[in-house]
């Protein structure tokens, strides 16, 4: 069974970072295509980020420059690093798995089951 659990979201002030991870099991991590997504209060969910098999990386315009996912194929684990936070980053983010190696935003096989991150003064 395709299971995916996120840690590391919390409180921060704006500006502040945070480390999200994400440990995936149950499939072959490596040759699968990871993503980022993320759903504020009472909007849709959003793709924020995503991360081919092979390590290209793709993001939306919101968190280019300040987000960077990466993964270890080692550990089955998923990252993103969140700098420069601001109060519209305020969200539950979750990781989900691609149908392929490539990424193609929008397109999920399996979610995790989230972690809040809050931006706050």
């Known amino acids: 069974e395709v299971q995916l659990v996120e840690s590391g979201g919390g409180l921060v002030q704006p500006g502040g970072s945070l480390r999200l991870s994400c440990a995936a099991s149950g499939f072959t991590f490596s040759n699968y295509a990871m993503n980022w997504g993320r759903q504020a209060p009472g909007k849709g969910l959003e793709w924020v980020s995503g991360i081919s098999s092979g390590g290209r990386t793709s993001y939306a315009e919101s968190v280019k420059g300040r987000f960077t996912v990466s993964r270890d194929n080692s550990k089955n684990t998923l990252y993103l690093q969140l700098n420069s936070l601001k109060t519209e980053d305020t969200a539950m983010y979750y990781c989900?798995?691609?149908?392929?190696?490539?990424?193609?935003?929008?397109?999920?096989?399996?979610w995790g089951q989230g972690t809040q991150v809050t931006v706050s003064s």
């Open positions: 989900a798995k691609g149908y392929g190696p490539l990424v193609v935003p929008g397109s999920y096989s399996k």
